[in-house]
C-alpha cells in the first residue's frame, strides 16, 4: 500500500464528499450518521475492549503462527487447540484451551520496522495523513462510545513503571481522552485527600478551583480546560472507587491462576477495571524486543504471557463479558524468520499475527496464512486499517457512517482504503 | 566437553578459508579418533564430514530429528554418539560413516527442549536435561531410562566429573548443582548466580557451558553477565571454581556489553582454556584464556562463534560460527529477492610451528 506523507487535494476531497454523503444520510437516518447516536447504541450494550499490548514485537513463529521443523521455525512444537485443526506454539497450552473463544489474524503485513514509528502507527490505525495526528484505539473508543455508567474514566492503561494522565493517545480529539495509566497497577499518586484534611475542607477547596479555572478559561482554548477539569473530575470519581486498588481483596487462586509476575498481576488488575464498566482497558507489557537468545527469552515469556491472557478469556466467558468485550493481544510487529547469529529474531512488519476475541469477533475463525516457511503472507495482506475497521464494527460502530469531527474538519474513523476482515466477524 | 582430553597444543594458530554450511548448526563433536565431525542443525538433522589433514569431505547427514539437534556428543571409544533435539527425543548412532539408521530412538525422553547432555566417562550413563526440569540417565547401550529426577529449574549445562562420581548441572538461574547420578540426590550447590539477570519478565542468561582442568581440581562454568533482557547484552563470564572447596577462584568478565555469551569451553593441557563467544550480531571471538590473568592471552574474532570442536591431536580446531550481517530488521532480501537465511560456516584453525 503506497504511502505519502502529506495529504493531497484528492484526500480532502474523498473525506469531504463522505461527510456530504453522511449529511444526505442523516436525513434519511440520523441514528445512522451520528456517531454519538451510535456510540450511544453500542453503550446501551455495554460494549467493552481489553487491549494487550505486547510492547517491542511478539515472535508470531513462537505464538499464534507456528512453523516447526522448517529452517526458520525455531526450537518449539505447535500444538493442538480446542478448535479442530488450528495449531499454536507449544509455549501457549492455555490459550490454546481458549482457542474457541479466540479468532486469529495470520496475514498482518504492515508499514514499519522501527518501534518508535511502529507503535505509533499500529495504535493509531494508520489512517491517511491528513496532518492531524490521530486518536490511539483507546482514545478512540472512549471518544466513540464514552464513560458509560461507571462513572470511572473510559481509558484505562495498566502498564509496567510509571503513571499518570497520558493526553498524547489522544491525537486531535484533544487531551480528555487520553488514558489514566496506573504505574504497576498502582492508583495514581495523591489520588486520597490527606487524613488531615477534612471533607468540608476539600469541598471549599474544590469551590475555589473551580473558580480560579473559570477564570483562567477565559483566555484558554476550551479543549485544555475542559481536560483539566475531567482530570480532576476523574481524581474525584476516583477516589470513590478506591476499593478498585485494593489487591488484598483479590482472592488468592485468582492470583494463582493469573500468575504473581508482572502481567499476570497487571492483567487481574484488568479484569477489576472491567468489572467495574471501563470501557477501554489496555494492558502493556515491556520486554518483547528479544533480539539476542530469542528463544530462551520467548520461553521465558510467552507463558507469562499465556497464563494471565488464558485465564482472563477464561473469567470474561464465564462471567458472560466476552459478549459485549472486545479482546485483542498484539505488538507493533512481528519478528523475523530469519535467526541471527546472536540467536535472535528481528523486527518483521511483513508477515505477522494477532490474537482477539469476544464481542462481534467470530470464534474459531483464522483470517490470512503465511507461506511454508512463515516468510510472507501467502493471502490477501491486511495493514493496521482492516483491524480497525474490523474492531469498529465488532464494536457496533460503522466506520463507513462515523467520522470524528475535529472542530468543524470531518475525518474518517479507520482508513477509507481498507474494510473489515469479515471472516472475522461474528 | 570433548570425552577424552586433547593433546597439548603448542605454537602459533593459523586461521583456515571458513568453510561454508548452507545450514545453521548447534554444537559440533570431533569423533575420539579424529576422523568425523559432527553437527546437529536447526532443521531436525545431523551433518557429518569426513575429517583429513587436508579437508573436510561432506558424509550423507542423517534425519531422525525435529526442529534444533542442540547435542551432539561421542562415547569415549568413538563407536558410537548421540544427538538430542528440542522435541524431546534422543538417538545414538553408530560412527560408521555407511550407517545412517539410528541404533536407537527414545522419542519422549524429555517433554520439551534438550538443552544439555552428558557421557559418563566409562559410558554407563547418557544424561540429558532441559526445559521440562528433568535430568535422565539412559543406558547408551539401549536407550532405555534408568533414573530420572527433577532438577528443579532448565538446566543449559551439564558434565560428568571426570572420575565418574558425580553429575554436575548449570540452569537458567545461575546454579551449579552437584547430584548424586545413583541416587539423583542433590550433593551441593555452587553459585554462579551473577550469569542470571530477571529483567521485567524475562529470565536472562544462565550457565551455558563447562570445562574442567587436567586434574579436575577446578570446573569452569562458561556464560554471560546479562545487562538486560530483550536484545541480551551482557559480558562474557567465566568462573573458576576450586571443586574440593567449591570456592569461585576466577572470574573472567569482559567489559564490552556487546560480547553475550561464552557459549563452549575446552581445556587446553598446557594449562589454559579455550572458549568461543557470541553476542550481538556480528560479536564473536575464540578466547584463549589462563586462570588467574585477567585477559585472554590470544583472542580471534569469529562471529558469532557457537560451539568450538577440538581434534585429539590438539593441533586442530573448528568453530562453528554465523555468516557476516546475521541480523536484520526489515524487509533485507536476498539478490534473487528471496528471503535470506542465515548459515554456520565452519571456521578452521591450526596450531602450526
Redesign the interface.
Known sequence: MARSPLCTPRDHLLSRRQWLGATALAGASALAVNPLTIAAEAKKKGKQVLFVWLD?GLSQLESWDPK??????????AIPTSVPGIHIS?LLPNSAKQMHHLALVRSLCTQD??HSAGVERIQRGDPKNRGVTYPYFGSAVAKLLGSGDSGLPPYIHVK?LSGGFMPKDAGFLGPKFGALALGDGKAPDNLLRPETMTAEEDNERNELRNLVDQRYAENRRTNTMEATRYVFNMAAQLQKRRDLFDISTYSPKDVERYGK???GRHMLIARRMLEAGVTFVKVS?????????NF??Q???VP?FDQAFAAMISDLHERGMLEHTLVIAMSEFGR?????????R?????AWSLAMGGTGIKKGAVVGKTND?G??VATDEHDIGHLFHTWFRALGIDPKKTEYDNEGQPLPIAHEGCKPLTEALA | MPPTTPAPAKGTLKAAKPIPVS??LCGIEYSPKGDMLVAGT???GIRRWKVTPAELTDLPPLAGH???V?CVAFDSKGERFFSAD??GRVNAWSADPVQTKPLWSVADAHS??IHAMAIHPKAEFLATAG?DNIIRLTDPATGKEIRRWEAGD?VLAMTFHPSGLSLITGD?HGLIKEWDHSTGKLKRELNAKQMFLH??????G?VRCFAWNADASMLFAGGCQPKS?????GFNLVIGFDWVSGQAKMNHKTTNEAD??VLDMHWNPDGFLMAVT???????KLIFLKPGEAQPFQSYPV??AHSLAIHPDGKRLFVS???AN??????QLGKDKE????TSPLHGFEFVG
Open positions: 517491542g516447526p521443523n522448517t529452517p526458520f521455525g525455531g526450537p518449539f512444537r507449544e520496522n522501527s509496567p509476575h508482572e502481567i507489557s515491556f520486554g518483547w524486543d528479544t533480539h539476542g537468545d530462551n527469552g520461553g521465558s515469556l507469562q523475523t524468520p530469519r535467526i541471527n547469529g546472536h540467536l535472535g528481528d523486527h518483521w512488519p511483513e516457511k516468510t510472507f | 545450514q545453521q536447526f532443521e531436525g525435529n526442529a534444533w542442540q528440542s522435541w520439551t527442549w526445559r532448565d537458567l529483567d521485567r519478565l524475562q529470565d536472562v544462565g533482557g530483550g536484545f541480551v547484552q553475550g555469551y557470541s553476542g550481538q550480531p556480528g560479536q564473536g562471529p558469532n560460527a554465523t555468516n546475521s541480523s536484520g530488521n526489515g524487509r528471503y535470506p537465511a542465515n
